[in-house]
Structure formats: structure tokens, C-alpha cells
């Protein structure tokens, strides 16, 4: 028995991935046999959020009491230290396994009630290979009679074939960046990238840039998608994607991580509002009894 788990396998042509019942995680992503993300071994529990769903709040929310549709909810901490609690609460449930072929599989997870989000919902994930590379989409149910809060995201950390992120080449097109506090809560300010260290709107070195930022203002391409390239010094290159359902976009570098994982990956992360949306109001999207919500977001190995 894995801690994560059942461990499921999918595949196609040379990419294969391994998905996780608790949590619905993406724990393996690989094309060629190289590691397009960088997961944790299936008797670990994975850490920093690694690959991990993050419903129904994505990034941080604080402490305390807020409220909607009449109800109150009452937010504890898991960090301490900034008073905040970090990823929602699915990433450690298990999730039911719905469906599974030798390319695909679709997880789900009815939320019930509880102190810090007190609405019912269901969240069904799917995951897919192709010749695109790795789908995967998400669509939020309100299975409740009153309006249902949420926010949602993925906090995939994305491998380099060199011993750390520097030397690598980022692309992120996108016009402003959010200004955060010690707590690492947006103040308000939306800072445009022009001119700072956290231009990346045409490819530059990563090099000593410690990110754990919230993009917006993301530009798209004639598809709708919004899609950021990484490229590391070997030449190896990811494309990653997210559709127009999620209008934030979070670069973490891991410096803060355990000595073994700094720096050795960066997190893309596709967010539908940015830290603490739940209170603030900025991006936290509802749905009303019985309707639903849908996203998607990509990646694909290049070289």
C-alpha cells in the first residue's frame, strides 16, 4: 500500500504517466524516458504540493472567518509562521477512480461541507495523452442549494535534464505581476514586469531570479491559450499551456524548498485567482445549483 494510494498508469507512443487516487495527483509525467515533471517516489508522500490538485482555494488563504451565500466558513493554518492555509483540502483525500483506458483516466472527488469551505461540490479530473502531449482538464459541479465559492488550480513542478533550473531559458508572456506582502498575500498593486526582474515577456536566464510570483494580464495566442516555454541548458524544452479559464498564472523556483529539491525544478502553476481570492473576492468564481465549470491546461515535451 502506497501512502498515495492506487497508482495509476497511462500511456502513448513513448510518454507515460502515473496518476494517484489520494489526491488525484500527477505524480509521473515522462516523454523519451526523460521527466517532463518532477514527481516523488510512489512510498514517499509528495511534498511543497508536488503535482498535487489544489481545490477549492489554490495558493494561500488566511486565517480567520470569511463568508458567502450565507455561510460563514473558519480557516485554521498550516503554516503558521504566515497564518495562512495553503491548497485547499482535496490534495490529501482520496478520489474515486471513474474511468481509466491505456491513454486516459478520470478521477473525481465530491467535497461535503467543511469548516473552511462549507458547500458540497464535485471535482472530476482527467488526464490524457496524446500526440499533444498531456491534457488535462477539470470541471467543478455545485451539488449544493446555494451558490458554490472556489477557486482552482495545479501545482505541477516541471523537471530540467541539468542539476538545477539555472542556465535555463523562461518565456512567460504575460504584462503585470501581483506585489504580496510578508504573508505572501496580494496588496492590491499589480506591477507592471516592464523594466523588473520579472520580465520574462521573451526568453531570458533564470539565473539567480527566486520566483514564487502571480502573474496576470497573461498574453494569448490566436487559440485563446496562454502557453510559457522553458528551456534548460542542455536544450531540453517544455511547452506548457492553460485555456482562458484560468487568467493566473504562478512561477515558483523552490528556493525555499529542502536542500535536495531547491532550484532542481520550477513549478508552472495554472490558477483561476490569485492567493486569498476566497475572502478578497478577486477571481473567485461560483456557480449556482447544478451548474458546472470547466478548464484545461497542457504540456508537451519538445526536445
Known sequence: MHPSGEQITITFADQRAVLTQVGGA????????VPVVE???????????????CYPWI??????????????AHVGADNVDKR?????????RPFDIDEVSSDACTVSIVLNPVPEHPFWSKLTVGYRLSDA???????????DEVAVPFTLGFHPYFAVTTPTIDGAR?????ET?????????PTGQDVAVAGTTMDFREAALVDAVVFDVTFADLRRDEDGLFRCRVVDANGGEVVYWQDESFPYFQVFSGDTLRESRRRTSIALEPMTAPADALRSGRGRLSIEPGASWSAAWGVRRLR
Open 177 to 185: 505581476y501581483l506585489a504580496v506582502d510578508d504573508r505572501l498575500i
Open 84 to 92: 495562512t492555509l495553503n491548497h485547499g483540502v482535496v490534495r490529501w
Open 133 to 143: 502531449g498531456l491534457t488535462v482538464t477539470s470541471t467543478v459541479e455545485n451539488l
Open 26 to 33: 500527477l505524480r509521473v509525467y515522462e516523454a523519451v524516458g
Open 170 to 174: 523562461l518565456t512567460v508572456p504575460a
Open 39 to 53: 514527481g516523488w517516489e510512489p512510498e514517499e508522500m509528495p511534498d511543497s504540493c508536488r503535482g498535487q490538485v
Open 59 to 72: 495558493n494561500r488563504t488566511t486565517s480567520g472567518e470569511w463568508s458567502f451565500s450565507g455561510r460563514s
